[in-house]
């Protein structure tokens, strides 16, 4: 044999991949890499080894490079991104190629690796591996075209991928994250740097497309998650999620991943609990914000909110568009059976809302205690047409009390002469019905002709209720003994004289509630107190 060696001490990474790819060495011609705009300075050892037959055949020289590469970079290597301020060692033969060294893939500073085997195998003999170890910011994975930041919101995250190429069985590559040192944030979960947790999934690649994700696997303090991912064409369609315990959640079911922009999330989810503390508290409201459509399907043995409030064999179905809830039926199956049905109609949506223990639910929502009991029916249309989409309907209470109400206590102070028994003892101050049309527009509660009733109290109200700034500014009527104060308005072609307004008495009180809710102004027209309901007209001061 005779054996030339050659040594090439500032080449260029262009020309080494030239030679590489020549048809006759069969080497990255026969296994070739893509690589777009390669560049980098080489210091390399050629060794040629040639057998001194008559006959010679390319096969049998034997090549034998090997050497030092700087400022390496390599175009698209990897998803479409760039490796690039490489400083890689490397040995080729017709055998095989090995190379490792460090630089930065995507941006992010890594350790990489490379295993090529030129030899012809079997089916399933590893042709090609490829390792790469790094630690990545959250901003760094973004920048590399993988967004996490919803979930990692802070520190770094270890991260080791290999590739594994088999002949005629395709790609897989393995990801693992080592996620001790990162900061997460998940509905209802959180974890702070410093505490052990890791994920990692699998990818399955055929003829350069995505055929799919599977064993995809996370677990740290009160998380575990196992799902795969099925894909339609290149791309994942749907997540399914066979575990899924975040916080107390315990779930399982589909999410189906959009395919085309504005598409909506479509979530299937079932379980014993379902963990809202972190995500929604009492009187929050979808819609604050533009966010993603999603259509969801949820059924639940127990859902709590922020404040503990906790429900139980919750059934919801609905869609968001991502501004505004379209569409929803809610059921659950506590004390306080609540059902909501939205649809569409023209022109907006219908509401309807049935609760059979008002009180329960409110105090459940941390909304107010103040309502004891009452059976509630709602009955109300949006009006889409409109940009603020208000809510325009009637509210029909029965049968509860009223009790620890501010601004009820003040107004009762006022016209305490009358003495209402029930205002001052056990559970309130009871009513048999409150009938309110409204209008909720814009962060405003609009009240129309509203009246509430019992046998010892009727009263009416009507005005506004400023949501944002949180005061009142409502006039009314309150009529003492209502029973019997009202029977001469019931009298015929004679009650008109006396009772002209509906919810009114012989003699009734007109007053106004002003200014904070938490402490409003009380004020009481006293001229009203003696005056028949028809000239009553004549001495309001509040209107």
């Given at each position: 044999?005779?054996?030339?060696?050659?040594?090439?001490?500032?080449?260029?990474?262009?020309?080494?991949?030239?030679?590489?790819?020549?048809?006759?060495?069969?080497?990255?011609s026969?296994h070739?890499?893509?690589?777009?705009?390669?560049?980098?300075?080489?210091?390399?050892?050629?060794?040629?080894?040639l057998?001194?037959?008559?006959?010679l055949?390319?096969?049998?020289?034997?090549?034998?490079?090997?050497?030092?590469?700087?400022?390496?970079?390599?175009?698209?290597?990897?998803?479409?991104?760039?490796?690039?301020?490489?400083?890689?060692?490397?040995?080729?033969?017709?055998?095989?190629?090995?190379?490792?060294?460090?630089?930065?893939?995507?941006?992010?500073?890594?350790?990489?690796?490379?295993?090529?085997?030129?030899?012809?195998?079997?089916?399933?003999?590893?042709?090609?591996?490829?390792?790469?170890?790094?630690?990545?910011?959250?901003?760094?994975?973004?920048?590399?075209?993988?967004?996490?930041?919803?979930?990692?919101?802070?520190?770094?995250?270890?991260?080791?991928?290999?590739?594994?190429?088999?002949?005629?069985?395709?790609?897989?590559?393995?990801?693992?994250?080592?996620l001790?040192?990162?900061?997460?944030?998940?509905?209802?979960?959180?974890?702070?740097?410093?505490?052990?947790?890791?994920?990692?999934?699998?990818?399955v690649?055929?003829?350069?497309?995505?055929?799919?994700?599977?064993?995809?696997?996370?677990?740290?303090?009160?998380?575990?998650?196992?799902?795969?991912?099925?894909?339609?064409g290149?791309?994942?369609?749907?997540?399914?999620?066979?575990?899924?315990?975040?916080?107390?959640?315990?779930?399982?079911?589909?999410?189906?991943?959009?395919?085309?922009?504005?598409?909506?999330?479509?979530?299937?989810?079932?379980?014993?609990?379902?963990?809202?503390?972190?995500?929604?508290?009492?009187g929050?409201?979808?819609?604050?914000?533009?966010?993603?459509?999603?259509?969801?399907?949820?059924?639940?043995?127990?859902v709590?909110?922020?404040?503990?409030?906790?429900?139980?064999?919750?059934?919801?179905?609905?869609?968001?568009?991502?501004?505004?809830?379209?569409?929803?039926?809610?059921?659950?199956?506590?004390?306080?059976?609540?059902?909501?049905v939205?649809?569409?109609?023209?022109?907006?949506?219908?509401?309807?809302?049935?609760?059979?223990?008002?009180?329960?639910?409110?105090?459940?929502?941390?909304?107010?205690?103040?309502?004891?009991?009452?059976?509630?029916?709602?009955?109300?249309?949006?009006?889409?047409?409109?940009?603020?989409?208000?809510?325009?309907?009637?509210?029909?209470?029965?049968?509860?009390?009223?009790?620890?109400?501010?601004?009820?206590?003040?107004?009762?102070?006022?016209?305490?002469?009358?003495?209402?028994?029930?205002?001052?003892?056990?559970?309130?101050?009871?009513?048999?019905?409150l009938?309110?049309?409204?209008?909720?527009?814009?962060q405003?509660?609009?009240?129309?002709?509203?009246?509430?009733?019992?046998?010892?109290?009727?009263?009416?109200?009507?005005?506004?209720?400023?949501?944002?700034?949180?005061?009142?500014d409502?006039?009314?009527?309150?009529?003492?003994?209502?029973?019997?104060?009202?029977?001469?308005?019931?009298?015929?072609?004679?009650?008109?004289?006396f009772?002209?307004?509906?919810?009114?008495?012989?003699?009734?009180?007109?007053?106004?509630?002003?200014?904070?809710?938490?402490?409003?102004?009380?004020?009481?027209?006293?001229?009203?107190?003696?005056?028949?309901?028809?000239?009553?007209?004549?001495?309001?001061?509040?209107?």
């Amino acid at each position: 044999n005779l054996s030339v060696v050659a040594e090439i001490p500032g080449g260029s990474v262009p020309d080494v991949l030239s030679l590489l790819k020549h048809p006759r060495l069969h080497l990255l011609s026969d296994h070739p890499i893509p690589i777009e705009r390669p560049a980098g300075t080489v210091r390399n050892r050629l060794e040629v080894t040639l057998p001194l037959d008559e006959d010679l055949q390319i096969e049998q020289v034997g090549i034998h490079a090997n050497g030092q590469i700087s400022d390496l970079r390599l175009g698209g290597v990897v998803a479409g991104r760039d490796l690039d301020r490489g400083a890689i060692g490397f040995d080729v033969t017709q055998d095989g190629l090995r190379a490792s060294g460090e630089a930065n893939l995507a941006g992010v500073p890594s350790r990489v690796a490379v295993t090529m085997d030129f030899r012809g195998g079997p089916p399933g003999q590893v042709t090609q591996t490829t390792s790469v170890q790094g630690r990545a910011t959250p901003r760094q994975l973004a920048a590399a075209g993988l967004d996490v930041s919803r979930a990692l919101t802070g520190g770094t995250i270890g991260i080791a991928a290999q590739l594994t190429e088999r002949e005629k069985q395709g790609t897989t590559i393995t990801v693992q994250a080592d996620l001790r040192e990162a900061q997460m944030r998940l509905p209802s979960w959180r974890k702070e740097p410093g505490s052990a947790a890791n994920a990692s999934a699998t990818l399955v690649v055929q003829d350069e497309h995505l055929a799919g994700i599977n064993a995809i696997h996370a677990e740290g303090p009160a998380l575990w998650i196992d799902a795969r991912a099925e894909m339609q064409g290149d791309q994942p369609s749907q997540i399914v999620v066979s575990r899924l315990d975040i916080g107390s959640t315990r779930a399982a079911g589909i999410i189906g991943l959009p395919l085309q922009p504005g598409a909506p999330l479509r979530v299937q989810l079932a379980g014993s609990m379902l963990d809202l503390t972190g995500e929604f508290g009492g009187g929050g409201a979808m819609g604050a914000g533009k966010t993603d459509p999603l259509v969801a399907d949820l059924r639940f043995g127990t859902v709590v909110l922020a404040g503990g409030a906790r429900f139980t064999d919750v059934n919801a179905q609905g869609s968001y568009d991502g501004k505004t809830l379209r569409s929803l039926r809610l059921q659950t199956a506590g004390p306080e059976r609540l059902q909501v049905v939205l649809v569409p109609q023209e022109g907006g949506r219908k509401l309807s809302v049935r609760i059979a223990d008002t009180g329960t639910l409110l105090r459940a929502l941390d909304l107010t205690s103040s309502l004891v009991g009452g059976s509630l029916a709602v009955e109300a249309q949006y009006d889409d047409r409109d940009p603020v989409s208000p809510l325009a309907g009637t509210i029909d209470l029965s049968d509860f009390h009223v009790r620890d109400a501010p601004v009820v206590g003040k107004l009762l102070q006022a016209v305490s002469v009358y003495g209402i028994p029930e205002a001052v003892s056990g559970p309130g101050l009871k009513f048999t019905r409150l009938i309110a049309p409204f209008v909720y527009s814009g962060q405003t509660f609009y009240l129309g002709e509203s009246q509430a009733y019992s046998t010892s109290l009727g009263l009416t109200a009507k005005g506004t209720i400023d949501l944002r700034k949180n005061t009142l500014d409502l006039t009314g009527t309150l009529v003492p003994f209502y029973a019997l104060n009202s029977a001469p308005g019931r009298v015929p072609l004679l009650g008109k004289l006396f009772s002209p307004e509906t919810g009114s008495g012989l003699f009734a009180i007109t007053f106004g509630v002003h200014g904070p809710a938490a402490q409003p102004s009380i004020l009481v027209n006293p001229l009203s107190v003696v005056t028949p309901g028809l000239a009553r007209r004549l001495f309001r001061l509040f209107n």
